[in-house]
């Protein structure tokens, strides 16, 4: 069931900026594509979200496709502690207006000294 | 500001047993989510409370039930215990339900069912 596809792992080094790809080629118009992330040992934490256009954030900026079928995570210099699994996740609207966060099984970033 | 806190950390249970769980938002957040997070099946969505009220609900089956209190503190409960249970619970708050907003993650709770 899951709407999102991203690869299993990436690999950086340090300081060098990372991007890290979604595909979400079933998006609907209304859809929010929002990026978390999760740290070893630790619960997950809100990275970004977007609609259409481009964001940016203290923490990274999100490249959103013309189409808006796939988007694409950039971390301008990653750091060690950019070390985790990042997860694109779709709003998975049912009817009646619910809306149940799909998550992927992420993508695991791996940053070198 | 203090963050979300969920009690215990860790557990250890025996098959068959119940188990509660409980999930302390971040102040002046509302609403209040739960997941489960295994290896095999990765973060999957429990449910979402707001205002006391069961909002929106994951595919799991009725052994799985929680509650929201008037101060926005959560609890969730499973009952008769299955090993596949076994899992890392987290619980996520949020100012308000609905599709656009920011969760905020507890550290979760590591539920161990023997």
């Known amino acids: 069931d899951a709407k999102t596809t991203q690869p299993n792992s990436m690999e950086s080094n340090e300081e060098e900026p990372v991007h890290l790809p979604c595909n979400h080629s079933?998006?609907?118009?209304?859809?929010?594509i929002h990026w978390y992330r999760q740290l070893p040992s630790q619960g997950p934490e809100y990275v970004i979200h977007?609609?259409?256009s481009n964001v940016n954030n203290r923490m990274a900026s999100l490249a959103i496709a013309e189409d808006r079928k796939s988007s694409t995570l950039i971390l301008h210099r990653a750091t060690l502690r950019d070390a985790a699994v990042y997860y694109c996740?779709?709003?998975?609207?049912?009817?009646?207006?619910?809306?149940?966060?799909?998550f992927g099984r992420g993508t695991s970033l791996i940053v070198h000294p | 500001k203090a963050g979300v806190t969920q009690t215990p950390r860790y557990l250890i249970k025996t098959r068959g047993q119940q188990v509660t769980l409980s999930c302390s938002p971040i102040?002046?957040?509302?609403?209040v989510s739960w997941y489960q997070q295994t290896p095999g099946q990765g973060l999957q969505f429990l449910f979402e409370?707001?205002?006391?009220?069961?909002?929106n609900k994951g595919n799991f089956p009725g052994r799985f039930s929680g509650r929201q209190f008037s101060n926005s503190r959560s609890e969730m409960n499973v009952s008769t215990l299955e090993l596949g249970d076994s899992a890392l619970y987290l619980c996520?708050?949020?100012?308000?339900?609905?599709?656009?907003?920011?969760?905020?993650f507890g550290p979760g709770t590591r539920l161990t069912v023997t």
């Open positions: 996520a708050s949020s100012l308000t339900t609905g599709a656009y907003y920011e969760q905020y």
């Open positions: 079933t998006i609907s118009g209304t859809d929010y």
């Open positions: 977007g609609l259409t």
């Open positions: 996740i779709l709003r998975d609207l049912r009817s009646g207006g619910s809306y149940i966060p799909t």
């Open positions: 102040s002046g957040h509302r609403s």
């Open positions: 409370y707001f205002s006391e009220t069961q909002r």
